[in-house]
């Protein structure tokens, strides 16, 4: 009886059992019929993993913009880097132009008050001792359709009218480096260099170096090419000339010149042409009183005679004046009539050589420059380097014109003055031994 029993109580718990699991998948054929109305693609569908992908695709695409946006950013801060530089060169430009404007202002009272008595109508003398004959003859009116192309480049980089200026070819390479190196250090802005040729024209460019290469010109392509040096040098004279006629100063260098301080703060501009000297003395360089000896004539055997040694040819200041225009006219047409004639020697005489007989003089006023501010290598080799008061000194320009080796003398230059090195000369000898 009992077993019997248990094999009822286990049919009924089999039964029990199949019921429940008939229950559960009745359910869930119910539930997968209610999701699958709702849902007649799925809960996953094909919408779903397409909006992944979009959202992919969107992440990318912000990724890839954010790069670009920040790529934009660096370009845009670099030009505001570059208009920056740009600015900041222009304010040095206006306020060294300001400085300049008050200096000429104050310096040139005097002078426009001369003017004014000597240009104005007829004047009674004054008392003893103060009667001066006009010094500073007036400019001449700018023409600016001499040269268009060069006007705009001077309207750039000239200040207050005036500018520096270079002629240069292939050979003084290495110099035009130092030279406008050393240009730069110092401060100034308004140089020019005017290239003879390709060359330096692209090296002038690639250093960011203010360049004027003139219009071809056969008589001028030559010389510039093959003519010796100073061939080359004779060539300012012309090319001046339109400088000039534009209305500007012009502070004609050589490339063999060492710049110390700004030139434009320690000139007169009281004169057309304002010259470096020569000169290795006072004497020499502001004149002195040469006495002639000649016993034969008895009590008249001394003759007093006045020398000066010659302006240097190759660092002067010029004004755009008629008589200093004059002077450029006849130095370049003796030079382009006698090939064998010096620069040097021509620009002295149509300077310094009276009116006579069968010859008119030159009415230019000029100026010697101070000769220990504006240094020829003789004065710096033969005296300056050897006295301990005058190595104290600083000055304006070193012009390395009496040596051959130009460039070492240079750099020892700049070794000395710039760089503090105090036996920088000393290894050199006076001359060109």
């Known amino acids: 009886m009992a077993s019997r029993r248990d094999a009822l ?154 500018i520096i200026a270079v002629l240069a070819n292939k050979n003084v390479k290495e110099m035009v480096e130092v030279w406008f190196t050393n240009i730069k250090r110092v401060g100034i802005l308004n140089y020019l260099v005017i290239a003879l040729d390709d060359t330096i024209e692209e090296f002038c460019k690639s250093n960011d170096i203010p360049v004027y290469r003139r219009d071809p010109d056969e008589g001028v392509d030559k010389i510039a090419k093959t003519g010796s040096n100073h061939a080359v040098s004779g060539l300012k004279f012309r090319i001046l000339r339109e400088f000039l006629q534009l209305g500007y100063g012009v502070l004609l260098s050589d490339v063999d010149i060492v710049y110390l301080q700004n030139p434009f703060d320690h000139l007169y501009r009281d004169s057309d042409v304002e010259s470096m000297s020569d000169g290795h003395d006072f004497a020499t360089a502001y004149g002195f009183n040469d006495v002639f000896d000649e016993p034969k004539m008895g009590w008249a055997r001394y003759a007093h005679t006045i020398r000066i040694w010659v302006y240097n040819s190759g660092f002067f200041y010029i004004r755009p004046t008629l008589p200093s225009i004059e002077l450029l006219d006849r130095v370049a047409t003796r030079l382009s009539s006698n090939p064998k004639l010096w620069d040097q020697a021509v620009f002295n005489e149509e300077l310094f050589y009276p009116s006579h007989p069968g010859y008119d003089g030159l009415h230019a006023s000029k100026r010697t420059m101070d000769i220990y501010l504006f240094m020829n290598s003789k004065v710096l080799f033969k005296t300056v380097r050897k006295d301990d008061e005058l190595k104290k000194l600083k000055p304006v320009v070193v012009h390395l014109n009496y040596h051959p080796d130009k460039f070492e003398r240079m750099n020892a230059v700049v070794d000395f003055y710039v760089n503090g090195k105090q036996d920088a000369l000393d290894g050199f000898p006076d001359g060109s031994e």
């Not at 998948?25 to 999701?35: D, N, S």
């Not at 699958?36 to 695409?61: I, K, T």
């Not at 104050?106 to 009667?131: D, I, M, N, S």
Request: net charge positive; proline share 3%.
């Open 9 to 162: 109580l286990n049919r009924e718990k089999g039964q029990s059992l199949r019921s429940q699991i008939v229950a559960a998948v009745v359910i869930g054929v119910l539930i997968g019929c209610f999701f699958a109305y709702l849902s007649p693609h799925g809960l996953f569908s094909s919408s779903d993993s397409q909006n992944v992908h979009n959202l992919r695709n969107r992440f990318s695409e912000q990724v890839v913009s954010s790069e670009c946006e920040s790529t934009e950013r660096v370009n845009a801060l670099k030009s505001d880097v570059q208009s920056a530089k740009e600015k900041n060169y222009e304010l040095k430009r206006e306020v060294r132009s300001l400085k300049e404007k008050l200096r000429q202002a104050e310096q040139g009272k005097g002078h426009a008050q001369e003017q004014v008595v000597v240009l104005g109508e007829k004047q009674k003398v004054g008392p003893f001792g103060t009667v001066k004959g006009l010094r500073t003859n007036p400019t001449v009116i700018p023409d600016e359709f001499v040269n268009p192309r060069l006007a705009k480049i001077l309207e750039k980089v000239a200040i207050n009218k005036e």
